[in-house]
């Protein structure tokens, strides 16, 4: 597997160091870094940023760092069919939110990294 270069919240950088190859330059609350597995790391961004609390389509996107949006779609879709993220509609807009099974994947690769 071919490494990949990335944006990753610094925060979720710290959580899971094992993905990172090398960092780079940070930038606001980003690190750019070389990483290994970037499917699962990017699978991992966007759940850790639905640990705490629900957001809305847009801002769950700009928090994951995941910059292609139509990663960030493919990413999203596959959350929701394996039950890691469920969605609802609030009003005019959509809500996501991690489901105990999500917590459940996210759980497991936090406790490898502790």
Do not use: W
């Not at 190859?21 to 961004?45: G, M, Y």
């Not at 139509?70 to 009003?91: A, D, P, Q, W």
């Amino acid at each position: 597997m071919r490494a990949r270069m990335t944006y990753i919240p610094v925060e979720i950088a710290d959580h899971f160091e094992d993905f990172i190859i090398t960092r780079d330059e940070q930038i606001l609350d980003a690190v750019k870094a070389r990483t290994r597995d970037f499917s699962t790391l990017s699978l991992l961004k966007l759940l850790y940023q639905l640990k705490c609390n629900s957001m809305t389509f847009s801002d769950l996107y700009m928090n994951s760092k995941i910059r292609m949006k139509r990663s960030f779609l493919n990413y999203l879709r596959l959350c929701t069919e394996y039950n890691f993220v469920r969605k609802e509609i609030v009003g005019q807009s959509m809500i996501y939110s991690l489901t105990d099974r999500g917590r459940r994947m996210l759980d497991l690769f936090m406790q490898k990294s502790n």
